[in-house]
């Protein structure tokens, strides 16, 4: 199993986003969309206006925007994207919601653009193991999936499955939680609960709770569109 630094890197190299139109769906704070501005993209993040509110408070150097949506009803016009990519967010679109999600991502693409999907892969041992403690995804994750291999054959053609992981530290997940978990009487109870894993690994390991690194497992998958 290959190891990436972050989700960025999985695009680094494998596309070209100069002058590309690209849709970053579930752009959390931003740093994907500044990410491909700074490389030349027409970059546009997609998500919830309080997520943007935090993009937009750190703007980058490139010509990034931002518009409020979902993946359910994307606000760009037929067949205009390069690439629309999903990083770990199409698992947050609700199970009603998820056909018409994979309607939108056909509609807005070009013919022979991509859609780029990156979700989380649950594994015992693996970060799953605290990121649970905030959210139990797994039906989540498993719906999602479900509607990527539905795009395969309907105007799509799947280039690319590969597993990989991502290494994370107890500081990134406190990080993670401080940025998902709003309320502050939640996060103790939780953070409680995952420093108390952390320790049982680590020592497991051998290793400072500090210096234990979980795999972080994700799949991702890459569609292209096929020409008309």
């Not at 009803?73 to 199409?90: C, E, M, N, R, V």
């Not at 859609?115 to 995804?137: I, K, M, Q, W």
Request: a neutral charge; hydrophobic letters at 45%; charged letters at 25%.
């Amino acid at each position: 199993m290959r190891k990436y630094l972050d989700s960025r890197q999985v695009l680094e190299g494998r596309f070209g986003f100069s002058g590309r139109t690209v849709i970053d769906v579930g752009c959390g704070n931003g740093d994907t969309v500044r990410w491909l501005a700074a490389r030349g993209a027409r970059a546009t993040g997609l998500d919830s206006r309080d997520m943007l509110a935090r993009a937009m408070a750190h703007p980058g150097a490139g010509a990034e925007t931002y518009v409020a949506g979902g993946a359910q009803q994307l606000p760009f016009p037929d067949a205009g994207a390069d690439f629309i990519l999903y990083l770990a967010s199409l698992h947050h679109v609700p199970a009603d919601l998820l056909p018409a999600a994979a309607g939108e991502c056909r509609r807005a693409l070009k013919a022979g653009g991509r859609a780029v999907f990156v979700e989380p892969v649950y594994r015992a041992g693996a970060y799953s193991e605290l990121t649970r403690l905030v959210d139990d995804e797994s039906g989540m994750l498993e719906r999602a999936q479900a509607a990527i291999a539905s795009l395969a054959g309907r105007q799509m053609e799947q280039e690319l499955e590969e597993t990989f992981y991502l290494e994370r530290s107890f500081a990134d997940y406190e990080q993670l939680v401080d940025f998902f978990v709003a309320a502050t009487e939640r996060r103790a109870p939780i953070l409680a609960a995952a420093r108390r894993i952390t320790e049982r690994y680590s020592a497991a390991a051998g290793l400072d709770p500090a210096d234990f690194r979980y795999r972080s497992i994700c799949r991702l998958n890459i569609l292209r569109k096929a020409a008309s």
